[in-house]
């Protein structure tokens, strides 16, 4: 059974730091995509970045320049380095696995970053 289990949000100032860890259990097979979404209430999950297996990224337009995506393939982890935060960017943060060939989905319980002073 796979599992993903993020730890790392919390309550930051404006122009502050966090870094997002995902922890994967359980076999995927074949090559996936890693990413993070996050979601507001009354809105849609949104993409916030991803990671091929090679290490290539994609970003929001939002986040490029700030966030930073990156993956361990031997410890099946995936991170993502917020810097510069906005209140803008509160939001429940939800890791997410694709496989690349069968398509199917992997999602995280969610974490909770707040942007506040």
């Known amino acids: 059974q796979v599992q993903l289990v993020e730890s790392g949000g919390g309550l930051v100032p404006p122009g502050g730091s966090l870094r997002l860890s995902c922890s994967v259990s359980g076999t995927i097979p074949g090559r996936n995509v890693m990413g993070w979404y996050r979601q507001t209430p009354g809105k849609q999950r949104e993409l916030v970045a991803s990671v091929a297996y090679d290490g290539t990224p994609n970003y929001a337009d939002s986040v490029k320049g700030r966030f930073t995506i990156s993956r361990d393939n031997a410890k099946n982890t995936v991170y993502l380095q917020m810097n510069n935060l906005k209140p803008e960017d509160t939001a429940a943060y939800y890791c997410?696995?694709?496989?690349?060939?069968?398509?199917?989905?992997?999602w995280g319980q969610g974490t909770q970053v707040t942007v506040s002073s």
């Open positions: 997410n696995v694709r496989q690349v060939v069968f398509g199917a989905t992997f």
